[in-house]
C-alpha cells in the first residue's frame, strides 16, 4: 500500500507497477512462485483440449484464419484479470466468433512476405492455443523463422520458460526469455530478446499486458506489429471501443 501511495504512481507505466507489487507480494509470502500451482493447471487444461482445436482448425474453410482466432481466444487465461476459465465455451462454436477489431487482412499479407518474427507470448495455458497457430503457419510456410518469447522469471501466471518446454513448444520454434514483468519492459529484456525484436520482420504480440508495455510511438524495430488480445477490462473496453470479451487484432506500425 506504501508503493501505491506514490504521488508518481501514474508515470510509471502498468507493467512495471505490476512488477514492483507482484515482487513485493512474492517477498510478503516468501515465495518466488506464488502462481506455479496455476501455470501447471492452466497448461494441463489447455493441452486436454490440443487434439480437439487441432481438429477444428484442420476442418476448417479458412484454417489460418480459424488458428489465428483460437490464438486470441485463448487470451481469456489470466490470473491478473479471471479467478475462473470457461475455455469451453469459447471454444463451441469458433467459426462463428467475430473479430471485433480486424486487421487480420493486413497481417496475412505481411505474415506471407515476413521471413523472421518474433512472437510475444502471454499467459501459461494460453500458449498452447500459441502453438496450434504457429503449427498451421509453419504447415503453410515452412521457411518461416519463427521465435517465441516467454518471461525472463515467475510473474503472475505468465508463461515461463518452463512452460513453453512441458507444452513441446521448444520442439517447433526457438524460444526466448524478455523482461520478468507482465508485459515486456524492452530495457530490462536480454540482449537476445532486445536483437530478435529489433531485427524482427514481424512481430505478434500477445495480450493486455503486453499491449500496454508496446504501445508506444517509435519502438525500435522495423517490424510490422500486431497485437492479439482480448478485451478484459473497463480500461481496453474504452481504449478499443469494444465491449468486454471482444476479439482483437490490431495493427500497430
Do not use: W
Amino acid at each position: 500500500m506504501d508503493f501505491l501511495r506514490q504521488d508518481d504512481l501514474l508515470s510509471f507505466p502498468a507493467p512495471k507497477g505490476g512488477q514492483v507489487i507482484y515482487r513485493i507480494l512474492s517477498e510478503e509470502l516468501g515465495e518466488p512462485d506464488p502462481y506455479s500451482h496455476l501455470r501447471r493447471i492452466t497448461n494441463a487444461k489447455a493441452l486436454e483440449y490440443e487434439k480437439y482445436i487441432q481438429d477444428i482448425i484442420a476442418k476448417s474453410k479458412d484454417p489460418l484464419n480459424t488458428a489465428l482466432k483460437v490464438a486470441i481466444i485463448g487470451n481469456i487465461i489470466d490470473f491478473a484479470a479471471h479467478t475462473s476459465i470457461e475455455i469451453d465455451t469459447e471454444l463451441q462454436n469458433v467459426a462463428a466468433i467475430p473479430i471485433a477489431i480486424d486487421d487480420s487482412g493486413p497481417f496475412f499479407e505481411d505474415l506471407k512476405v515476413a521471413e523472421r518474427i518474433l512472437y510475444i507470448g502471454d499467459n501459461s495455458g494460453e500458449i498452447v492455443f500459441d502453438k496450434l497457430f504457429i503449427e498451421e503457419i509453419l504447415r503453410q510456410f515452412p521457411s518461416k523463422k519463427i521465435i517465441f518469447s516467454v518471461r525472463g522469471g515467475p510473474i503472475i501466471n505468465d508463461a515461463l520458460l518452463s512452460d513453453a518446454r512441458e507444452i513441446g513448444l521448444d520442439s517447433i520454434v526457438t524460444v526466448i526469455q524478455s523482461s520478468q514483468s507482465p508485459g515486456v519492459i524492452l530495457d530490462e529484456s536480454p540482449p537476445k530478446f532486445r536483437e530478435e525484436f529489433e531485427h524482427a520482420d514481424l512481430i505478434c504480440v500477445k495480450g493486455q499486458g503486453n499491449f500496454e508495455a508496446l504501445s508506444e510511438p517509435n519502438l525500435p524495430t522495423k517490424a510490422h506489429v500486431y497485437f492479439l488480445l482480448k478485451v478484459k477490462c473497463s480500461l481496453m473496453e474504452q481504449l478499443f471501443k469494444r465491449p468486454v470479451g471482444s476479439l482483437v487484432i490490431k495493427k500497430f506500425q
